[in-house]
Nanobody, 129 residues
Framework: QVQLVESGGGLVQAGGSLRLSCAAS????????MGWFRQAPGKEREFVAT????????YYADSVKGRFTISRDNAKNTVSLQMNSLKPEDTAVYYC??????????????????????WGQGTQVTVSS
């Protein structure tokens, strides 16, 4: 059974930092991208960042570019999201996502939630002003 388990969420003041981690179990994601999405109350799930297996392609949402950094450790089957200079508008449940098979790594495709088959349960990030 494949599981993605996020951790590291919490409450932080604006300008602060958090590091989210996602541990995958049940299979490895060799040659498959992994990503982060978020969903704020009353809003649709939105793309945050994604990284290919080798790390040679990394994409960010414009709203987080320059503040967030995605990384992965393939030996540990984990993907992380370092979030700096957090803003109240970053408040959301953050989800880790992974593909079951390689559907392609075009940037436009990887920015879509439907490109991913496996999802974690989410971790809450709350940024106070």
């Amino acid at each position: 059974q494949v599981q993605l388990v996020e951790s590291g969420g919490g409450l932080v003041q604006a300008g602060g930092s958090l590091r989210l981690s996602c541990a995958a179990s049940g299979r490895t994601f060799t040659h498959l991208p992994m990503g982060w999405f978020r969903q704020a109350p009353g809003k649709e799930r939105e793309f945050v960042a994604t990284i290919t297996y080798s790390g040679d392609s990394i994409y960010y949402a414009d709203s987080v570019k320059g503040r967030f950094t995605i990384s992965r450790d393939n030996a540990k089957n984990t993907v992380s999201l370092q979030m700096n200079s957090l803003k109240p508008e970053d408040t959301a449940v953050y989800y880790c996502a992974a593909q079951k098979v390689n559907y392609g790594s075009a940037e436009d495709w990887l920015r879509q939630a439907r490109a991913y088959d496996y999802w974690g349960q989410g971790t809450q990030v709350t940024v106070s002003s």
